[in-house]
């Protein structure tokens, strides 16, 4: 049984920085995307940003330039490093992973990943 679990969400202010980790564990695949998601109040999940094992990087275009999504394989776990964070990146956060090969706009859509995280919340204030 593929376990996600992410951590590091808290409240920040406007311009402030966090990282959050997302481990991945116990899953028997070669190929893995695993990637971030995002949910305010009230409003539809939405990809944040997307890492593949075979190296292709996806991001949402708010956050290009503020984000980072990196990988350590040794330790199974992937980063979401975020900074300049606005009042409009408050939600809580998801990891997801799923073992597909996606194409483009594929690897920022909730609705193909398998494996979720129970979610942390992360809160920007001004």
């Known amino acids: 049984q593929v376990q996600v679990a992410e951590s590091g969400g808290a409240a920040v202010h406007v311009g402030g920085s966090l990282r959050l980790s997302c481990s991945v564990s116990?899953?028997?695949?070669?190929?893995?995307?695993v990637g971030w998601f995002r949910q305010a109040p009230g409003k539809e999940r939405e990809g944040v940003a997307a890492i593949d094992s075979d190296g292709p990087i996806y991001y949402r275009d708010s956050v290009k330039g503020r984000f980072t999504i990196s990988q350590d394989s040794v330790k199974n776990t992937v980063y979401l490093q975020m900074n300049g964070l606005n009042v409009e990146d408050t939600a809580k956060y998801y990891c997801?992973?799923?073992?597909?090969?996606?194409?483009?706009?594929?690897?920022?859509?909730?609705?193909?990943?398998?494996?979720w995280g129970q979610g942390t919340q992360v809160t920007v204030s001004s």
């Open positions: 997801a992973a799923e073992p597909a090969h996606f194409l483009g706009d594929q690897y920022l859509d909730y609705t193909l990943f398998g494996y």
């Open positions: 116990m899953h028997p695949y070669n190929h893995l995307v």
